[in-house]
């Protein structure tokens, strides 16, 4: 594992060389990466095409992000570039850090290849089944490897994964993706998104819990990431690891008052004009990014966690309920206007 590892500093090394003066091209693609992006962009944006893609992409994104963080927490030994820092670069190598190294949930699969390609993958099959002929049928899975691939190449660059740790998170995406879009709760109970949601909370704490119990330090990577961070306002909590696990369950928990409100049913009895989904898309992506973007409380943690929880169970709320109602009620008063 030391010469993999020792490998794949000497091939950031390179990239950074060769890449140099196109770092923040390579921060766009991480950021479209990350997995905060799918709440906060592509769950929106798949949901103005299609409900159910809509539902299938937050869904593939909040289960995948969990599955992602127990699969670091059991993979532990894996370490990321702290690790490195703490044995020294091979050959005296000085390579630059970046704002994006200072993640405090770091390992192997990566979480932006995983969760994001896992997400996407039901939009790449949705467009390539809306052209069932000719050379065009192709395009949505070359873009999708396209992006992948920045996507992989823009973590090595920025010292977030070694290369077989990006590999692992684009083939397990792709699997997860393929695998879980077939069962996804369109039509199930409130209780069933509400139990969800408990499960991914209490099943993250146990095991955390567990893990500790053995003397195994989950919290080492943030541990290193204070220690070898060149400036501490690069550790923002909501890398921490349990940010995540509060993000997946409170979307999980909003995605289940979302679709068994009274109004979902009334607002979505027939399919929207483009002219409409699009200005329900800008209302959406609006006020989750006014959401997402309101600073909360770092301490206490219990504190910070709850309204972590409480701000993403909003999110879906926001996309399939409040969007469409605004949009149908400017409908209603163009309507009025014109009478």
């Given at each position: 594992?030391d010469?993999?590892?020792?490998?794949?500093?000497?091939f950031?090394?390179a990239?950074?060389?060769q890449l140099?003066?196109s770092?923040e091209?390579?921060?766009?693609?991480?950021?479209?990466?990350?997995?905060?992006?799918?709440?906060l962009?592509?769950?929106?944006?798949?949901?103005?095409l299609h409900?159910?893609?809509g539902?299938?992409?937050?869904?593939?994104?909040?289960?995948?992000?969990?599955?992602n963080?127990?699969l670091k927490?059991?993979?532990?030994?894996?370490?990321?570039?702290?690790w490195v820092?703490?044995?020294?670069?091979?050959?005296?190598?000085?390579?630059?850090?970046?704002?994006?190294?200072?993640?405090t949930?770091?390992g192997?699969?990566?979480g932006?290849?995983?969760?994001?390609?896992?997400?996407?993958?039901?939009?790449?099959?949705?467009?390539t089944?809306?052209?069932?002929?000719?050379?065009?049928r192709y395009?949505?899975?070359?873009?999708?490897?396209?992006?992948?691939s920045?996507?992989?190449?823009?973590?090595?660059l920025?010292?977030a994964h070694?290369?077989?740790q990006?590999?692992?998170?684009?083939?397990?995406?792709?699997?997860?993706?393929?695998?879980?879009?077939?069962?996804?709760?369109h039509?199930?109970?409130?209780?069933?998104?509400?139990?969800?949601?408990?499960f991914l909370?209490?099943?993250?704490?146990?095991?955390?819990?567990?893990?500790?119990?053995f003397?195994i330090?989950?919290?080492w990577?943030?541990h290193?990431?204070?220690k070898w961070?060149?400036?501490?306002?690069?550790?923002?909590?909501?890398?921490?690891?349990?940010?995540?696990?509060t993000r997946?369950?409170?979307?999980a928990?909003?995605?289940?008052?979302?679709?068994?409100c009274?109004?979902?049913?009334?607002?979505?009895?027939?399919t929207?004009?483009w002219?409409d989904?699009?200005?329900?898309?800008?209302?959406?992506?609006?006020?989750?990014?006014?959401?997402?973007?309101?600073?909360?409380?770092v301490?206490?943690?219990v504190?910070?966690?709850?309204?972590?929880?409480?701000?993403?169970?909003?999110c879906p709320?926001?996309v399939i309920?409040?969007a469409?109602?605004?949009?149908?009620?400017?409908?209603?008063?163009?309507?009025?206007k014109?009478?």
């Amino acid at each position: 594992m030391d010469e993999i590892h020792t490998t794949g500093v000497l091939f950031a090394g390179a990239l950074q060389e060769q890449l140099r003066g196109s770092e923040e091209f390579w921060l766009w693609l991480t950021y479209l990466g990350d997995p905060g992006t799918i709440f906060l962009l592509y769950f929106p944006l798949a949901y103005s095409l299609h409900h159910r893609l809509g539902v299938t992409v937050l869904w593939l994104g909040l289960i995948c992000e969990w599955l992602n963080l127990v699969l670091k927490w059991f993979l532990f030994g894996e370490r990321p570039f702290w690790w490195v820092h703490e044995s020294g670069f091979p050959d005296g190598h000085k390579l630059r850090q970046f704002p994006s190294t200072c993640e405090t949930g770091p390992g192997s699969p990566s979480g932006h290849c995983m969760i994001t390609g896992a997400a996407l993958w039901p939009v790449v099959m949705f467009l390539t089944n809306l052209s069932q002929r000719g050379i065009r049928r192709y395009i949505p899975l070359h873009l999708y490897i396209l992006l992948m691939s920045g996507i992989a190449v823009s973590r090595l660059l920025i010292l977030a994964h070694f290369p077989h740790q990006v590999l692992a998170g684009i083939l397990s995406g792709v699997l997860l993706g393929y695998t879980l879009k077939r069962s996804v709760p369109h039509d199930r109970s409130f209780l069933f998104h509400m139990l969800i949601s408990v499960f991914l909370l209490l099943g993250a704490l146990l095991i955390y819990w567990g893990m500790n119990a053995f003397g195994i330090d989950l919290s080492w990577s943030i541990h290193l990431a204070t220690k070898w961070c060149s400036k501490s306002e690069w550790i923002h909590p909501e890398t921490r690891p349990f940010s995540s696990v509060t993000r997946s369950a409170g979307n999980a928990l909003g995605l289940g008052f979302a679709l068994c409100c009274p109004l979902y049913q009334k607002l979505h009895r027939k399919t929207p004009g483009w002219r409409d989904r699009v200005i329900s898309l800008l209302f959406a992506v609006l006020f989750v990014k006014v959401q997402q973007s309101l600073p909360l409380p770092v301490s206490p943690p219990v504190l910070y966690y709850t309204l972590n929880f409480l701000r993403h169970a909003l999110c879906p709320l926001t996309v399939i309920i409040l969007a469409p109602y605004l949009v149908r009620g400017l409908d209603s008063v163009r309507t009025h206007k014109r009478d």
